[in-house]
């Protein structure tokens, strides 16, 4: 798969850097999150400008804001907010039959590369694909990043559209990646426009935590379910 694709434009170094930064930002944030932040600062300022920068702001707002701010506007928009969710699959497959054998995809890519994935996560979250594509296997960590780049490209419009604080790491990690091509432009517009599959069934033990009340708390009326961003330069 990885042999029909464009390579790389960065050095493996970078995209090392890069992506465990983005990794390292997007987890909730905490004070050991607070602590490594000197770490991931001295990183993207080594980094091109096109990937650095862009970490170097989520940087600042994850420093500058109290922590109970911090931690309650994240909630708010990785948790409460079904367009700007850290789950891949969630986006191509919403809550259907077929998200569960996307997941099961994951960790046999996982396991491919002897990377035995704590019951805990769930293997599409954006910061555990980024964690494993930095530090264990690149080539199929960025193959995973690239048969979901319809919804990464989705979430970094809806975080920009938000004006989040957060928005840099993802704009960061499609940096990364190659120009969109016809087919990868046209999967993000149909995207943007249909939302993902509204099928309900059970996905037990592959249940999206963000999105179920008993394990994560909501606002009053439960999950905010917002529209999809509006597709506009999608190449950024």
């Known amino acids: 798969m990885s042999a029909k694709r464009p390579r790389p434009a960065w050095a493996s170094e970078q995209l090392t850097l890069a992506w465990q930064s983005a990794s390292l930002l997007l987890g909730y944030p905490d004070e050991r999150l607070r602590e490594q932040l000197p770490v991931v600062r001295e990183a993207a300022r080594t980094l091109p400008v ?33 367009r700007c969710n850290l789950f891949l699959t969630y986006f191509a497959h919403g809550d259907t039959r077929k ?26 979250h954006l910061c555990v694909v980024l ?10 960590g960025r193959d995973l990043l690239l048969d979901h780049r ?22 960061a990690v499609c940096a ?34 963000g999105f179920d009340p008993a ?6 009326d ?5 529209p999809m961003p509006v597709l506009r330069e999608v190449d950024a």
């Open 50 to 82: 096109a990937l650095g920068g862009p970490l170097l702001e989520v940087v600042d707002h994850i420093g500058s804001e109290p922590l109970d701010r911090l931690q309650e506007t994240y909630v708010e928009t990785f948790d409460n907010r079904r």
């Open 99 to 124: 998200r569960g054998v996307a997941l099961l995809r994951f960790k046999q890519t996982y396991l491919h590369s002897g990377f035995v994935l704590d019951e805990s996560e769930l293997p599409d």
């Open 131 to 140: 964690e494993y594509a930095a530090t264990i296997d690149q080539v199929r």
């Open 150 to 171: 319809a919804g990464l490209e989705l979430l970094r419009l809806a975080l920009a559209e938000e004006g989040s604080g957060w928005a840099g790491a993802v704009e």
């Open 176 to 209: 990364t990646l190659p120009p969109l091509r016809g087919d990868e432009r046209e999967a993000v517009r149909r995207l943007a426009a249909e939302g993902p599959p509204a099928e309900e069934v059970g996905l037990t033990p592959y249940g999206t935590p």
């Open 215 to 220: 394990l994560t708390p909501g606002p009053p």
């Open 222 to 226: 439960g999950t905010v379910d917002l």
